[in-house]
């Protein structure tokens, strides 16, 4: 008998989440603990009970879409505009009140989905073996220029940031230059590409390469010790460089989140982005994560303030072009043997 | 002549649901497809078979290796520390692949723990470029052949156990050496074993899914998931598992071949058991530093890393909702466990009284289901229940029954009792044998009804085997990870799903705790069973 009692209890506490009256339902592939802290401020403040499913990007994705119209998912949060554009289709208009208008400039939003913080994809570079002159009006194109062979890392080509980066490139060079350029990319690797962002500044400070493509988040966090004292002192041996300051800027990304097609709780998953736009979740997003804040009047983290802030951005080509050469990126990327 | 009961009704049903994923996998194969699986044969295809089959021969070579050397130390001699190795040496068995393989990267990378470890030995320095880095195809062979070399250890352990010592002294009257003996008697007879183990380790390491996906290599499996997930295409998908299938089904055979020939070898009358050799002072020295290798690469190792990142990184103690997770493990073992067991019993039971041999032919047709990997299985149940609810749903305007197998606790248990119903059913049903029918008619004449019979002879009679069912079903249960990770519902994780999560985040730091209550929880899983696995009956 008590064994029934605990079963049944169990049971209880499992589905308990569906008895809320009032909720929003998120799959998540940005899977950081301050984010839960943030859905805990947002249910503290409106009631809003925050469901969760986190996961890998594709995997969410195809659930959604085997789900068909009983999806449970309303938003779809991720950390590339890239994935946000690939995945509209699924998504509908809606996230497109006055709040979420004024917060967030045109460029990082459409109507189904909206930046909620900004990233760059910069240059890291070590002090000791590359020089200032040789930096000088460094590009996203001239990465690929000979004098930077045997010198370069970079991740691998499924990796979503890259996709983006070089769908970019495509939206403003055109696929043959690019298609060139991969290859130039190739030739000009230290290593077969492996590993994560992270992973490559590491292997620049380590001494394994020159330069290394990576986001910007990845510097102040190993600067901020929360990787260890061991990466702290060896961010300390690499800098940022923001290319391309003389042209378009430097390429932007965003963390986003998208209104699912059929969203059972649409009024509340508004709400929610709207509240992930306020400058309370603002600041405790730029503080935890170390990303650029998406709206204006709220300061980046310190640790990132101090690797400049006074950079020219690209904000000339849309973020929605990154899912839409997506594609073409990768083929691209392939081709040139980009692993 | 078969009766169309209760008993058959119930076999069929079962029967029908475990062979599920590969009916789907089967008839998908002759649907068209999207321009992928042409792009996929002309450029990656061939890649993704290299990459299984390289895997997979240096993986069997391993655990060869390991397996047997173990197994042999610890079989023929007496050395300080065999008692300690011949259950330590299962351990393993509680890291899975993927936790192996956060310990290799964290321990390898730049800056990472061996940096750490010689810095504080002999002082600051770049160490980075004498450190080896040990990543992709090596890191994923490494790191499934530690977690699988058990099984060779465990079945090869046990014949050799079995080679009763006549064996041994037939060949010290040929006047062959004990290298010889070992060589030319020993091993070949234990050959059967040999080869099931290393079919398990075969089938398991071709549906590996998150060591190949941590270090980014290209498999048949992660192939099967990328076209599935990147280009949105089932049927390839489906095609590719094909392909998968007919490897894993080819060892299957094997393996259910080599076991058969197995019993041939068991001892007869006259068995006597080994003496072991016993070495002291010098002589030991080989065996223990062996053994000892073995068990810290295989478990030592990752356990550490674990532990020295959960202590240097606390701030994650807190952050992590441990509680909740280990009731969420505890709900997925009890209610995976009672169902698989319950209605193991209740088929076999079935075929029992009934007699029938269609009976025993559905359900040999269903172990079918533990030999398909977990991937292809969560994709052909998301295909299968999407596509049965749209059926009803067009045609009946039924409500859409989605919902309650897809991200629901119930999809999860069915898709675990899909994988997990033949260890069980085959556990039970090999003790069932046993029992004499004689002993059934003798309970009826003393005037115990047919359930009477069944709990208060059968049960007991079953229940060691049944305890030890309920520890191996909650150990894959624990351990599995790519079922979990596509079927879960809302706001739920496993240990497995919460450290994969944060590893493919860049959160392997984060990825400590969970891993190790993953290995602590396995740990003691297989300390439970290991007197069963190791008892002399098996």
């Known amino acids: 008998?008590?064994?029934?009692?605990?079963?049944?209890?169990?049971?209880?506490?499992?589905?308990?989440?569906?008895?809320?009256?009032?909720?929003?339902?998120?799959?998540?592939?940005?899977?950081?603990?301050?984010?839960?802290?943030?859905?805990?401020?947002?249910?503290?403040?409106?009631?809003?009970?925050?469901?969760?499913?986190?996961?890998?990007?594709?995997?969410?994705?195809?659930?959604?879409?085997?789900?068909?119209?009983?999806?449970?998912?309303?938003?779809?949060?991720?950390?590339?505009?890239?994935?946000?554009?690939?995945?509209?289709?699924?998504?509908?208009?809606g996230l497109t009140s006055a709040t979420i208008?004024?917060?967030?400039?045109?460029?990082?939003?459409?109507?189904?989905?909206?930046?909620?913080?900004?990233?760059?994809?910069?240059?890291?570079?070590?002090?000791?073996?590359?020089?200032?002159?040789?930096?000088?009006?460094?590009?996203?194109?001239?990465?690929?220029?000979?004098?930077?062979?045997?010198?370069?890392?970079?991740?691998?080509?499924?990796?979503?940031?890259?996709?983006?980066?070089?769908?970019?490139?495509?939206?403003?060079?055109?696929?043959?230059?690019?298609?060139?350029?991969?290859?130039?990319?190739?030739?000009?690797?230290?290593?077969?590409?492996?590993?994560?962002?992270?992973?490559?500044?590491?292997?620049?400070?380590?001494?394994?390469?020159?330069?290394?493509?990576?986001?910007?988040y990845y510097l102040a966090l190993m600067l901020s010790g929360k990787k260890g004292p061991e990466q702290q002192a060896a961010a300390k041996k690499v800098k940022p460089f923001f290319p391309n300051q003389d042209g378009r800027g430097t390429h932007m990304n965003i963390s986003g989140a998208g209104l699912v097609k059929g969203a059972p709780n649409k009024a509340n998953a508004?709400?929610?982005?709207?509240?992930?736009?306020?400058?309370?979740?603002?600041?405790?997003?730029?503080?935890?994560?170390?990303?650029?804040?998406?709206?204006?009047?709220?300061?980046?983290?310190p640790l990132v303030v101090n690797m400049g802030l006074d950079f020219k951005q690209d904000l000339k080509t849309k973020v929605v072009n990154y899912g839409k050469r997506q594609a073409d990126a990768l083929e691209v990327m392939t081709a040139a043997g980009w692993k | 002549m078969t009766k169309y009961n209760i008993w058959f009704f119930g076999s069929l049903i079962v029967a029908a649901v475990v062979a599920m994923p590969i009916v789907t996998v089967f008839f998908s194969f002759f649907n068209e497809t999207s321009n992928y699986f042409y792009i996929l044969k002309e450029t990656f295809l061939l890649d993704y078979i290299f990459n299984?089959?390289?895997?997979?021969?240096?993986?069997?070579?391993?655990?060869?290796?390991?397996?047997?050397?173990?197994?042999?130390?610890?079989?023929?001699?007496?050395?300080?520390?065999?008692?300690?190795?011949?259950?330590a040496l299962i351990l393993s068995f509680a890291v899975p692949g993927y936790i192996y393989a956060f310990s290799i990267i964290a321990f390898f990378e730049n800056y990472g723990t061996a940096f750490s470890l010689l810095t504080f030995l002999f002082g600051e320095n770049n160490y980075n470029p004498v450190i080896p880095k040990i990543d992709g195809l090596i890191g994923a062979i490494i790191s499934i052949s530690f977690s699988l070399f058990p099984?060779?250890?465990?079945?090869?352990?046990?014949?050799?156990?079995?080679?009763?010592?006549?064996?041994?002294?037939?060949?010290?009257?040929?006047?062959?050496?004990?290298?010889?003996?070992?060589?030319r008697i020993v091993l070949p007879s234990a050959r059967p074993a040999i080869i099931a183990g290393l079919a398990l380790v075969s089938m398991e390491c071709l549906s590996d899914f998150g060591t190949v996906s941590f270090f980014s290599v290209n498999t048949l499996t992660t192939g099967i998931y990328n076209s599935w997930l990147s280009f949105d295409d089932l049927n390839t998908a489906n095609q590719i598992s094909f392909i998968l299938l007919i490897f894993i089904l080819l060892l299957f055979s094997i393996e259910i071949y080599s076991r058969q020939e197995a019993k041939y070898h068991q001892p007869g009358r006259g068995f006597k058991s080994i003496t072991k050799i016993k070495l002291n002072g010098k002589k030991s020295i080989i065996p223990v530093a062996i053994?000892?290798?073995?068990?810290?690469?295989?478990?030592?190792?990752?356990?550490?890393?674990?532990?020295?990142?959960?202590?240097?990184?606390?701030?994650?103690?807190?952050?992590?909702?441990?509680?909740?997770?280990?009731?969420?493990?505890?709900?997925?073992?009890?209610?995976?466990?009672?169902?698989?067991?319950?209605?193991?019993?209740?088929?076999?039971?079935?075929?029992?009284?009934?007699?029938?041999?269609?009976?025993?032919?559905?359900?040999?047709?269903?172990?079918?289901?533990?030999?398909?990997?977990?991937?292809?299985l969560a994709v052909a149940f998301i295909t299968f229940f999407s596509n049965l609810s749209d059926f009803f749903t067009h045609n009946f305007n039924f409500k859409s029954s989605k919902s309650l197998f897809i991200g629901s606790i119930f999809g999860?248990?069915?898709?675990?009792?899909?994988?997990?119903?033949?260890?069980?059913?085959?556990?039970?049903?090999?003790?069932?044998?046993?029992?004499?029918?004689?002993?059934?008619?003798?309970?009826?004449?003393?005037?115990?009804?047919?359930?009477?019979?069944?709990?208060?002879?059968?049960?007991?009679?079953?229940?060691?085997?049944?305890?030890?069912?309920?520890?191996?079903?909650?150990?894959?249960?624990?351990?599995?990870?790519?079922?979990?990770?596509?079927?879960?519902?809302?706001?739920?994780?496993?240990?497995a799903t919460q450290a994969y999560i944060y590893a493919s985040q860049d959160l392997l730091e984060a990825a400590a705790l969970p891993s190790l209550f993953l290995i602590f929880w396995s740990t003691i899983l297989i300390l439970l069973s290991s007197r069963y696995i190791l008892s002399k009956k098996n």
């Open chain 1, 1 to 93: 008998m008590k064994k029934t009692i605990l079963i049944s209890y169990l049971f209880l506490v499992a589905f308990a989440g569906s008895l809320y009256a009032t909720e929003v339902n998120i799959f998540s592939a940005r899977h950081y603990d301050s984010d839960v802290q943030l859905y805990e401020k947002f249910t503290a403040k409106t009631g809003i009970k925050v469901n969760i499913v986190s996961g890998k990007s594709g995997a969410l994705e195809k659930r959604i879409i085997e789900e068909g119209a009983d999806s449970q998912a309303d938003l779809y949060i991720t950390a590339d505009a890239g994935r946000l554009g690939a995945f509209e289709a699924h998504l509908q208009g």
């Open chain 1, 101 to 216: 208008k004024s917060a967030v400039p045109s460029n990082f939003r459409t109507s189904k989905w909206t930046g909620i913080a900004k990233r760059a994809r910069i240059v890291y570079f070590s002090p000791e073996r590359v020089s200032g002159a040789e930096l000088a009006g460094l590009t996203y194109e001239s990465l690929a220029d000979p004098k930077w062979k045997g010198r370069l890392v970079i991740r691998a080509s499924n990796n979503i940031y890259n996709q983006s980066l070089v769908a970019s490139l495509i939206k403003n060079n055109g696929k043959g230059k690019t298609a060139d350029w991969s290859k130039g990319m190739v030739s000009n690797m230290a290593r077969s590409p492996k590993g994560n962002d992270r992973a490559q500044i590491l292997a620049v400070a380590a001494g394994e390469a020159d330069i290394a493509v990576a986001n910007t």
């Open chain 1, 270 to 301: 508004i709400k929610l982005v709207e509240f992930l736009l306020s400058e309370e979740a603002q600041n405790h997003i730029v503080n935890n994560t170390f990303e650029y804040p998406m709206i204006k009047g709220v300061s980046p983290h």
């Open chain 2, 52 to 87: 299984s089959i390289t895997i997979l021969l240096f993986v069997i070579f391993f655990t060869f290796i390991l397996g047997i050397f173990s197994a042999y130390f610890v079989s023929f001699y007496d050395f300080p520390l065999s008692n300690f190795f011949s259950w």
């Open chain 2, 151 to 183: 099984y060779v250890y465990v079945l090869t352990r046990a014949s050799f156990y079995y080679q009763s010592n006549n064996y041994i002294e037939v060949g010290k009257n040929l006047g062959l050496s004990s290298k010889e003996t070992f060589l």
């Open chain 2, 291 to 376: 053994c000892s290798l073995i068990f810290l690469l295989s478990f030592i190792f990752p356990v550490s890393q674990m532990i020295y990142w959960t202590v240097k990184f606390p701030k994650y103690i807190q952050d992590i909702d441990i509680f909740k997770i280990n009731l969420n493990t505890l709900i997925l073992v009890g209610l995976a466990s009672a169902l698989i067991v319950i209605i193991s019993l209740f088929i076999n039971y079935g075929s029992r009284i009934s007699k029938s041999k269609i009976l025993n032919y559905l359900t040999t047709f269903s172990i079918s289901g533990y030999a398909i990997p977990g991937v292809i």
């Open chain 2, 412 to 495: 999860l248990l069915l898709a675990y009792f899909i994988r997990f119903f033949s260890l069980s059913f085959n556990g039970i049903k090999s003790s069932y044998e046993k029992i004499n029918n004689s002993i059934d008619e003798s309970a009826y004449l003393l005037g115990y009804s047919k359930i009477n019979t069944f709990l208060k002879i059968h049960i007991p009679y079953l229940s060691t085997n049944i305890i030890l069912i309920i520890l191996l079903i909650s150990l894959e249960v624990i351990k599995e990870l790519p079922m979990t990770m596509i079927l879960r519902p809302f706001n739920f994780e496993t240990f």
